[in-house]
């Protein structure tokens, strides 16, 4: 393959709004972000030049980081972050990867405004696996907040409970003719009548799932995550934050405008939402100047039947190398509970039911960050930062499971701590994600750093094993999954790439509860099998 090279300047700008101008991040004073062009196999060395008073990392979203962990970006987690004024340069190989997956910053809530595209072609010569569509278009769907999301994200950490939802949604960083002052900051594709287009699909919301849909309009899933799959059709997709969809839509209709709609998708019960939605246009050629679009029909936010469209459609393409025996059987718990309100709690708010803190856990377990990242611990060997005693069961597994996960169990307390979990390498992993949930239960769009999975079941309810039935054959590839309200995943994957990996709710609101964990794997045998070293400008903490 060949090399990639882009310059990213982390700076602020002035954008104009919802009638308010405003200042966000951005890259490069684009909104969304540069889209970031490779072929499969390329390297792609990004500099990331920090011209912000703040912080800031960029991570690269379903990118394997194949022996180049350090270049990941979760700060705290693998970095410190790229304090300002300072540059690091990040760098990675897209070994065997292609299609769609997305960029965003990872620290704090930044990624409200950082995030764009990736788009990895195939190698010369080796077609698309379905009919080569006329031309191609990115869709990001986003939040946008007026308010400094930094501030959102310390409110929420000293006391401000549960923050607002964004003040718009968008598609291309537009929120559409929904929204005040907004009837001219819309996008608009323009198609030709009859020809077929390949829609790029990225999720970057910050606290919603979401729903996409397209007046009168098929959509055929080809690609999810960046893995091809079976062609499947369906009216509407729902995407967590994270995942990307590749989809083909033909312009087959009566000439005309047609409204492409994106909404949220919230699974928590006894919430309220306006049903409101950002709107783009899928405009004909020929068709009437400034005709009526035609409306599209968005499910309402809480719709739970909807949401599991994709999900129950998914099929690789191919039968992929699905591990048919497991080394490691993992039982997860995720979900949001409430602590006590003690001093010495990192998380201070204290508007959790009872008086209680808010938080979020796995296995009760609310993961804290140290203020060294965890794999620069690791690799240093720095004691005290972080301890490899993860529950690899649930503490209170049977205070969870017996009964609906929307029972309350008698101790709703979580732990506070930085536990890892360690695998050796090439550990071949089963792991049940079972949501829970002592306040209420909610779909979590489960991401893991450094790999993708296979995702063999999932269902509603508790997880019982002899009921499940596994997907070996043809299961989807991915590195984001929504894990049903109420309900389970199952995820398989090899643990063969040496780091210290993230894995988290990407609901940044929950993320900041602490839903999250961290996976060291360790190194093989082989000499392409060891952790790397510390490329020389990793910034400090
Ligand atoms: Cu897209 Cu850790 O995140």
């Known amino acids: 393959g060949s090399t990639r090279y882009y310059e990213f300047k982390v700076q602020t700008m002035k954008i104009t709004k919802l009638c308010k101008t405003n200042k966000i991040v951005t890259i490069n004073q684009m909104l969304p972000g540069p889209v970031v062009y490779a072929q499969e196999d390329d390297r792609v060395i990004v500099k990331v030049i920090n011209e912000t008073p703040h912080n800031a990392t960029i991570h690269w979203h379903g990118v394997r980081q194949i022996l180049s962990c350090w270049s990941d970006g979760p700060s705290y987690i693998t970095q410190c972050p790229i304090q300002s004024g300072q540059t690091f340069t990040y760098e990675f190989s897209l070994v065997k990867q292609k299609g769609t997956l997305m960029w965003h910053a990872h620290f704090s809530w930044l990624r409200a405004t950082v995030y764009g595209a990736i788009v990895i072609y195939p190698k010369p010569g080796v077609p698309y696996p379905f009919k080569l569509p006329y031309e191609e278009h990115i869709l990001i769907l986003g939040e946008y907040w007026m308010r400094d999301v930094l501030k959102l994200e310390q409110g929420v950490i000293a006391g401000g409970g549960v923050p607002p939802p964004a003040d718009a949604f968008t598609i291309n ?19 030709v009548p009859g020809k077929t287009y390949l829609l790029r699909l990225i999720s970057a919301t910050l606290n919603t799932e979401s729903f996409f849909t397209i007046a009168n309009h098929k959509i055929t899933i080809v690609e999810a995550d960046g893995e091809y799959t079976k062609p499947f059709t369906t009216d509407r997709v729902m995407l967590g934050p994270g995942q990307t969809l590749n989809v083909l839509v033909t312009a087959n209709q009566h000439m005309g405008r047609y409204s492409m709609a994106m909404g949220p998708y919230i699974s928590a019960k006894n919430v309220s ?43 690789s393409l191919n039968s992929g190398d699905v591990p048919k025996e497991i080394d490691a059987d993992l039982f997860f718990t995720i979900g949001l509970n409430v602590e006590k309100c003690q001093s010495n709690n990192p998380k201070k708010n204290c508007q959790g039911n009872n008086g209680g803190v808010m938080a979020a856990s796995i296995n009760n377990i609310s993961f804290t960050r140290p203020n060294v990242s965890v794999l620069q611990a690791y690799y240093s060997k720095i004691k005290g930062l972080f301890t490899e005693d993860f529950p690899g069961v649930p503490l209170k597994f049977y205070d969870f499971v017996n009964g609906a996960p929307n029972t309350a169990p008698n101790n709703t307390q979580s732990l506070n701590g930085t536990r890892t979990k360690v695998l050796e390498f090439g550990t071949r992993v089963q792991l049940i994600l079972q949501d829970t949930g002592t306040v209420t239960t909610e779909n979590h769009p489960i991401h893991l750093h450094g790999y993708s999975f296979y995702v063999v079941g999932y269902g509603s309810g508790n997880y019982d094993p002899q009921l499940s039935n596994f997907n070996l054959v043809d299961p989807p590839y991915m590195n984001t999954i929504g894990v049903p309200v109420g309900g389970w995943a199952a995820i398989r994957f090899v643990a063969d790439n040496p780091g210290v990996w993230f894995m988290h709710c990407h609901l940044e609101l929950h993320l900041t509860w602490g839903l999250s964990t961290v ?23």
Do not use: W
């Open 173 to 191: 960083g537009h929120p559409g003719p929904n929204y005040n002052c907004s009837n001219n900051d819309v996008y608009k594709i323009d198609v």
């Open 273 to 315: 939402f306006q049903n409101i939605s950002s709107l783009a246009y899928f405009n004909y050629l020929g068709a009437l100047p400034n005709s009526v679009a035609v409306e599209a029909n968005l499910p309402r936010f809480n719709d739970n039947l909807a949401a599991t469209t994709v999900m129950d459609g998914l099929k």
């Open 519 to 541: 996976f060291i794997v360790k190194n093989g045998k082989g000499p392409l099998e060891t952790l790397p070293h510390p490329p020389a400008d990793l910034p400090r903490c």
